[in-house]
């Protein structure tokens, strides 16, 4: 099921967009492998898209954990302090932490490892249910500040409360 709705998937996105069989198999390869490694890390969620700008498949994923260790965001915090571009802001339910790396992801049936954006996002909602992992990755390195920005606004927009949406952002703005 998970293999054919990632076939599924690319196939969509690709159909007229003249995409080389290269780029289709590179797509498919790096989807298949997130929607792997979320099934056999314990992901409660799998998202993905491919929004296509100007014909070309932007790829993003997000997984969502649902962890019972650690139990919370200041946790998660203590447990970073002092690793590069961690960050902690106040959301509408308390603490957001979130984590921005680029990595190399492996080599997958034969498709060359490729630079991986991942940005990781650690928030109790308030449902009494613990933390939410939130772990979003895209090949599409060079777009950081604006995927990390995107991010960002979808993960500050979690609340208990859909009255008050509470959207904060997570990241300093920039200085000039």
Do not use: C, N
Not at 54 to 61: L, R, Y
Not at 77 to 88: C, H, I, K, Q, W
């Amino acid at each position: 099921m998970r293999e054919s709705g990632v076939r599924d998937l690319v196939s969509r996105q690709f159909r007229g967009s003249g995409g080389t069989s290269e780029v289709r198999a590179s797509v498919h390869g790096a989807m298949s492998r997130v929607a792997a490694d979320a099934a056999r890390a314990g992901g409660a969620l799998l998202a993905m898209d491919l929004t296509l700008i100007d014909g070309v498949p932007t790829p993003s994923t997000l997984v969502v954990f649902r962890p019972t260790v650690p139990s919370t965001a200041a946790e998660v915090a203590d447990g970073l302090r002092g690793t590069p571009d961690v960050e902690v802001a106040e959301g509408a339910t308390g603490p957001i932490v979130r984590w921005v790396t680029v990595q190399s992801s492996p080599e997958f049936d034969g498709v060359q490892a490729v630079e991986q954006l991942k940005a990781e996002y650690w928030l109790d909602p308030g449902d009494g249910h613990g933390l939410y992992h939130a772990v979003f990755t895209s090949p599409l390195v060079s777009l950081r500040d604006a995927l990390v920005d995107l991010y960002d606004v979808m993960v500050s927009s979690v609340s208990t409360a859909p009255e008050e949406p509470g959207i904060v952002r997570a990241r300093p703005a920039a200085s000039t």
